[in-house]
Nanobody, 128 residues
Framework: QVQLVESGGGLVQAGDSLRLSCAAS????????TGWLRQATGNEREFVAA????????FYSASVEGRFTISRDNAKDTVYLDMNSLKPEDTAVYYC?????????????????????WGQGTRVTVSS
């Protein structure tokens, strides 16, 4: 099965930028999309952004749209999350996950149960 490995997390100050990477391996099929979700301490895991593999279409949560950019490098089978203007409330463990099939309607999954394969997560801490 596909394996996803996140990297790039760290400790930054408010207003700084950070790039997260999600590298896939052992992929024998093309999933519908890859998403980034995050989980702050004591909170449920929440959707951040997703990118569709067929055409590169993207979808963002309202809390990050305009600040974060999701992109992909097909040759490297890697998905990136560029995070700008970081805020303390962006502090969380960030996970990338594969969505095998589209959901009815928008296509992109925003619920964690709709994702099929997960990475181990990378922690992002934004200090004020």
């Amino acid at each position: 099965q596909v394996q996803l490995v996140e990297s790039g997390g760290g400790l930054v100050q408010a207003g700084d930028s950070l790039r997260l990477s999600c590298a896939a391996s052992n992929r024998t099929f093309r999933s519908f999309a890859t998403g980034w979700l995050r989980q702050a301490t004591g909170n449920e895991r929440e959707f951040v952004a997703a990118i569709k593999h067929s055409d590169g279409g993207t979808f963002y949560s309202a809390s990050v749209e305009g600040r974060f950019t999701i992109s992909r490098d097909n040759a490297k089978d890697t998905v990136y999350l560029d995070m700008n203007s970081l805020k303390p409330e962006d502090t969380a463990v960030y996970y990338c996950a594969d969505q095998l099939v589209p959901v009815t309607g928008r296509g992109y999954a925003i619920g964690e149960k709709q994702y099929n394969y997960w990475g181990q997560g990378t922690r992002v801490t934004v200090s004020s």
